[in-house]
């Protein structure tokens, strides 16, 4: 792995009573786009906000590219490009002011940041709106432009808590886009969200929160191979019969509701089988995903 | 006091200058109140009240209502200008619009937004207290040169108010909470700072508090000012200004830094 971009030790963050991040480590290596998993309130925007150096750490240490976040939080600012998950663009400013207002606050020079903000306007697709006051924008555009804000001082490093969420899939779809230029740039990206393909499709490693501690972490599908396997089978409107005959097979089997979930552990014949025993079984049987295995680590309890 | 000065910086001007851009981009509904409110009073207090009150006895002198009352409404307007804008608009823009977040995602810092804001607060308090100075003038109720004073008073009591606006939003949990002090402190000083009467003729316990609240010191210097006349101890007035200024700007600091850092 290339030199760590971002390391964690040990990260520990308390509200009161409440702990909210636990003792977390981590590294992200340069160059590497790394997603961070997990239910409601695991810890996530509590862990990334301590790495942009919002909040001081209760405990541990954190440091990007070798810099302190606690002794050196203006020098860490400077490397570091930030998607807050919720929206904190300017209502006072058009499209292009937002961008220019924010440069400011890193002190570049108003010439370069003009030059920048407009390449970035045409990265993220905005060029046409400019002028547009951003209470006008669609949800969508809006995490445009704030990626775009995030990306005006060339980060090195990515920061984005939830990119995508609540956003239709087209608008999704090109955040994607632009991520992977970002990372095939060399630019290291450090994303939290709760949609499973998304960290699929873009993170060379995911790492799997909850309730303030890191579970596991590993490649997306080599996680979905080792903890669940290739193949899931899913079964409804099924009798007695057929749970007894899913029970003798080899493999883990779970009931949810009115939905059996079979998680084989060898799955390459599971469907002569079935054809042959119970060919009217209504059935699915699917790929097994990283969605599995968030569900498997995390369990199926409403969070809010 | 070293612990509270670290990471105090000009960068705190970018800040600044954010407040000051959205105030140029909204000038034409931002300009309006500081030009039509000495004209309103003037007209409420001065012909209305004047009418009853020919003249007054200031300070060993005598002059008509209107001349006296003039000072005292600039004296409330610097009051009133800054520390709304740190307490209501800071709080929409802390809470609500969450400019203050999406500033600390660059390499700004805690104290940079304070003091940005701190220094936005007294910027209002003298833009408006210079554009009332001017539609007075209009008005012939002001003395020049000696009331250009005003302009740096309101520079320094424009901080005192700010930073007492800041310390309340830093202890304030949600918006109408600021009612409270508005009307525990706010109004009082607004009614018994010297505005619309001499505080000479309050009793004298009543008095006493009158000299404590700092919209008293302020009335009576822009008052020395605007009508030309400096008389009686100012100095101890603009020291007391000058020190409270101070004194709630770090307190001010203080607290609000405990209130962005959790
Ligand atoms: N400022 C705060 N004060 C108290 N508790 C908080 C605060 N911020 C977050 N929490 C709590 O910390 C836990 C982790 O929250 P968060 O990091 O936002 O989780 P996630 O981003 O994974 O949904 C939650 O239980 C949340 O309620
Ligand atoms: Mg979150």
Redesign the interface.
């Known amino acids: 792995m290339n030199p760590a971009a971002i390391i964690a030790r040990e990260l520990t963050k308390r509200?009161g009573e409440l702990e909210a991040v636990r003792s977390v480590s981590f590294e992200v290596g340069s160059g590497e786009v790394v997603g961070f998993l997990g239910p409601n309130g695991a810890g996530k925007t509590t862990t990334v906000r301590m790495l942009?150096?919002?909040?001081?750490p209760t405990s541990g240490t954190a440091s990007i590219h070798g810099l302190d976040v606690r002794e050196r939080?203006?020098?860490v600012?400077?490397l570091?490009g930030?998607c807050?998950q919720?929206?904190?663009?300017?209502?006072?400013?058009d499209v292009l002011?937002n961008l220019l207002?924010?440069g400011?606050?890193?002190?570049l020079p108003g010439r370069i940041v003009r030059r920048r903000a407009l390449e970035l306007l045409e990265f993220v697709a905005l060029s046409d709106k400019t002028h547009v006051p951003v209470q006008a924008l669609s949800g969508g555009m809006k995490r445009r432009l704030i990626l775009a804000r995030?990306l005006l001082?060339e980060p090195r490093v990515l920061i984005l808590d939830e990119p995508t969420t609540g956003l239709d899939p087209q608008a999704r779809h090109a955040i994607w886009t632009r991520i992977r230029s970002l990372r095939a740039h060399g630019t290291t990206v450090l994303l939290t969200t709760h949609y499973m393909e998304e960290a699929t499709q873009l993170c060379d490693r995911v790492v799997v929160m909850d309730d303030g501690k890191i579970l596991l972490e590993g490649a997306p599908l080599d996680l979905v191979e080792r903890e669940v396997g290739r193949t899931v089978v899913e079964a409804w409107n099924y009798g007695e019969e057929f749970v007894h005959f899913m029970r003798a097979l080899p493999g883990r089997l779970e009931e949810v509701g009115d939905r059996l979930y079979f998680y084989p552990k060898e799955g390459d014949h599971i469907e002569r089988l079935f054809e042959e025993r119970f060919p009217h079984q209504e059935r699915l049987i699917r790929r097994a995903t990283l969605e599995d295995v968030f569900l498997k680590l995390t369990g199926r309890a409403l969070r809010d | 006091m070293r612990a509270i000065l670290r990471n105090v910086s000009l960068?705190s001007l970018?800040?600044w200058?954010?407040d000051l851009?959205?105030y140029l981009?909204?000038w034409k509904t931002e300009f309006l109140p500081p030009l039509s409110e000495p004209v309103l009073y003037v007209f409420a207090f001065g012909l209305g009240l004047g009418s009853l009150i020919h003249t007054i006895h200031y300070e060993g002198r005598e002059l008509t209502y209107l001349r006296f009352m003039a000072p005292g409404i600039v004296a409330v307007a610097i009051m009133f200008w800054s520390y709304f804008e740190t307490t209501y608009s800071s709080f929409v823009r802390m809470y609500y619009?969450?400019?203050f977040?999406?500033?600390?995602?660059?390499?700004?810092?805690v104290e940079d937004v304070i003091l940005g804001e701190l220094l936005w607060g007294a910027t209002k308090a003298v833009i408006a207290s210079t554009i009332m100075l001017g539609m007075l003038a209009l008005l012939g109720l002001v003395t020049w040169p000696s009331a250009l004073w005003v302009i740096p008073l309101s520079a320094v009591a424009g901080v005192l108010f700010s930073a007492l606006g800041l310390v309340v939003t830093s202890v304030t949990k949600n918006i109408s909470s600021f009612n409270l002090p508005m009307f525990l402190m706010i109004m009082p000083m607004f009614m018994f700072s010297g505005t619309f009467f001499p505080v000479s003729i309050l009793p004298k316990w009543a008095l006493v508090i009158a000299w404590c609240l700092p919209l008293t010191h302020v009335s009576y210097l822009v008052r020395a000012a605007v009508l030309g006349w400096p008389r009686g101890p100012l100095a101890v007035s603009a020291v007391y200004v000058a020190v409270l200024a101070v004194v709630l700007s770090a307190l001010a600091l203080r607290l609000m830094k405990r209130r962005l850092?959790?």
Request: positive net charge.
């Open positions: 509200y942009c150096c919002f909040l001081p939080p203006r020098d600012k400077w570091l930030v807050p919720e929206d904190n663009l300017d209502p006072d400013f002011k207002v924010y400011r606050y890193f002190g995030a001082n | 960068r970018r800040v200058r954010r851009d959205v981009t909204n619009q969450r400019t977040d999406a500033i600390l995602a660059t390499p700004l810092l850092i959790q």
